[in-house]
């Protein structure tokens, strides 16, 4: 299971970071991504980290703000949001891939977080 948290209302300049806590003990064997869903349209790739965390990858709408980290050992991703924008406001969903690489496709994600509410504030 993952367990999705972080998120809130925030005004358009400020930070936020959300965590996705996972259960089991291979998290470190899969690689996690972050997606959004703004109300009303599809659910897009946000950014993506090996199994290891020595590989990342960034959309181009969160590229340079963003950073997706990890730590094995508390078996939880962050994506540490900065300078956010009125369109970043969606729902993050956290997701564990099938492999350990990093993953930009919904179908190669094998396993959803509830989602998490990000609101930005103009």
């Known amino acids: 299971q993952l367990q999705a948290s972080g998120g809130g209302l925030v005004q358009a300049g400020e930070s936020l970071r959300l965590s996705c806590a996972a259960s089991?003990?291979?998290?470190?064997?899969?690689?996690m991504g972050w997606f959004r869903q703004a109300p009303g349209k599809e659910r897009l790739f946000v950014a993506a980290?090996?199994?290891?965390?020595?590989?990342?990858y960034y959309s181009d709408s969160v590229k340079g703000r963003s950073t997706i980290s990890r730590d094995n050992a508390k078996n939880t991703v962050y994506l540490q949001m900065n300078s956010l924008k009125p369109e970043d406001k969606a729902v993050y969903y956290c997701a564990a891939g099938y492999g350990n690489s990093y993953y930009v496709h919904q179908n190669e994600y094998r396993y959803w977080g509830q989602g998490t509410q990000v609101t930005v504030s103009s």
């Open positions: 089991g003990r291979t998290f470190s064997l899969y690689g």
């Open positions: 980290i090996s199994g290891s965390g020595g590989r990342t």
